[in-house]
Nanobody, 116 residues
Framework: QVQLVESGGGLVQPGESLRLSCAPSGSIFSLYVMGWHRQAPGNQRELVAQITRSGNIIYADSVKGRFTISRDNAKNTVYLQMNSLKPDDTAVYYC??????????WGQGTQVTVSS
């Protein structure tokens, strides 16, 4: 079964940057929407950012101006550049891809920890 595979998480200090990447593990139908969600301990999973194939983007208010989402349509790959990281950004970050017919694919998650 094809999955999405995230990479790029880690431990950083406040104010530093990380870049997350997400790509499918095998051949997959074109993903109409790709996005990043996150879940901190004790919290519900929330949308961080998403981007359509045509480039329409949505960001959560908490990350606007600090995070940038981008994608490579040919590779069904999505990226999340995270700058000026804060302790509140600490969470497991999940990649999601949705086909035009509404089928969802999820990654296993990558841990991002922001701490001094």
């Amino acid at each position: 079964q094809v999955q999405l595979v995230e990479s790029g998480g880690g431990l950083v200090q406040p104010g530093e940057s990380l870049r997350l990447s997400c790509a499918p593990s095998g051949s997959i139908f074109s993903l109409y929407v790709m996005g990043w969600h996150r879940q901190a301990p004790g919290n519900q999973r929330e949308l961080v950012a998403q981007i359509t194939r045509s480039g329409n983007i949505i960001y959560a208010d908490s990350v606007k101006g600090r995070f940038t989402i981008s994608r490579d349509n040919a590779k069904n790959t999505v990226y999340l550049q995270m700058n000026s990281l804060k302790p509140d950004d600490t969470a497991v970050y999940y990649c999601r891809g949705t086909t035009i017919s509404g089928n969802d694919y999820w990654g296993q998650g990558t841990q991002v920890t922001v701490s001094s």
